[in-house]
């Protein structure tokens, strides 16, 4: 069997807002196709016209080949050794960045045609399924921009996922800095303030995880604000610094117990390795598709695992991701949680419409697909339709 195409999908949600702290309004999606006709589906979260380029661009000299012309002719059952091919032969164009987020859709594709070739589920050809259940949270972010709504919103937000089934919710709380979500803008102290209503509402026996996405400035107001949340047993603090203030995030973990996950805009095994060894994460979330894709993303949960820190993967696309997530977490007991919105309670019109079969909850747990690849099929009208919008030129 030969790659004889590589497709790229941009899309984009006609009614995206720029001001919206969602990566889920655009997406890449892309189609590895065979010589007999089969089809593997990858995609990243990372900007999707900026990916598309790092694909088809072609190549110019060994240290600096196209992804496409590496792809084309190559039997797409070697995967692993696929990865390689594209980290080694790229490395002059990317050896972290978009280009290992575009490979990681490369790659996520390259699983889904390697499980739809022999038969079988990804999560079997990554090493088997240990369990047949895996644990969602809800990640919640209610469109508000003024405090009260927002604080209020969560709250309600909060309670329907409670009663939907979850046993656990991140409470997205960025109130201040670049990513604050719609122009929201209060004191960061006013975080506790929101963490406490909804823990009053949701009762003891929720996990419940905060994202800050970068809010504090330094280690040091980080910690005076958090120290009066122990009341809220918080399960994780996400993103809570600057990603380059690796000295500050290891500050954190040492010196205050709430546990510190951060990972998501992560490229290779190599960036959290080094998180790792300088005690600068209590939590690694690696995006499946910016990681590099569920090879890279599989060698992530191994050094997690040997330093016996748990994995939770920031999974914030569409239903491509969420499967390649479900695959990856039955693999291990080391994902404890996974990033998941039912179609329900996601904002996101691709995340709504992009695959034909949303994903099966029972008591709070995600079904682990047992059909081969990642288990997906693609809504081809959701495709065109996405793919047709131009972004506003103002
Ligand atoms: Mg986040």
New binding site residues.
């Given amino acids: 069997m030969k790659i004889v195409d590589v497709k790229c999908h941009v899309l984009l949600d006609p009614d995206y807002n720029i001001g919206a702290t969602s990566s889920a309004q655009d997406d890449i999606v892309v189609e590895i196709i065979t010589d007999e006709g089969l089809i593997g589906i990858g995609e990243s979260d990372v900007n999707p016209w900026i990916a598309r380029a790092c694909i088809e661009a072609p190549g110019t000299h060994t240290m600096g080949r196209g992804i496409t012309e590496l792809l084309i002719g190559r039997d797409p059952l070697d995967v692993e050794a696929i990865w390689e091919e594209l980290y080694v032969g790229t490395a002059m164009n990317g050896r972290r960045g978009a280009v290992i987020h575009a490979i990681g859709a490369v790659d996520m594709a390259l699983h889904d045609l390697r499980g739809k070739a022999l038969g079988k589920p990804c999560h079997q050809l990554l090493g088997g399924a240990v369990r047949d259940r895996v644990t969602p949270y809800a990640s919640l972010q209610p469109d508000q921009s003024s405090f009260d709504s927002y604080k209020a919103s969560l709250v309600e937000w909060a309670l329907k996922a409670q009663g939907l089934g979850f046993v656990a919710a991140k409470l997205e709380v960025t109130l201040a800095g670049a990513y604050a979500h719609l122009g929201l803008n209060a004191e960061v102290e006013r975080m506790a303030e929101v963490i406490e209503a909804v823990r009053g509402a949701v009762g003891p026996d929720m996990t419940l995880m905060v ?1 800050a ?1 970068y809010s504090f400035t330094d280690a040091d107001s980080c910690l005076a604000a958090i120290r009066e949340w122990e009341p809220y047993d918080v399960y994780f603090l ?2 809570p610094l600057p990603s380059d203030d690796v000295e500050g995030y290891a500050r954190l973990v040492a010196e205050q117990p709430i546990p510190i996950a951060q990972g ?1 805009w992560l490229a290779t095994r190599f960036e959290f390795e080094e998180l790792l060894r300088r005690g600068a994460v209590s939590v690694v979330q690696p995006d499946i598709g910016r990681v590099g894709g569920l090879t890279e993303a599989s060698r992530v949960v191994r050094a997690a695992t040997d330093a016996n820190v748990p994995v939770v993967p ?1 999974i914030w696309k569409t239903g491509i991701s969420i499967a390649a997530g479900i695959h990856l977490a039955a693999t291990t007991e080391s994902i404890p949680f996974l990033e998941f919105l039912p179609r329900d309670l996601s904002s996101s019109n691709l995340r709504r419409s992009l695959i034909v079969d949303d994903f099966t909850m029972d008591e709070g747990r995600l079904v682990v697909p047992s059909t081969p690849g990642l288990g997906i099929e693609l809504d081809r009208d959701a495709l065109e339709r996405f793919a047709t919008v131009v972004p506003n030129s103002a």
């Fill in positions: 994202d996405q996400e993103t998501e920031h």
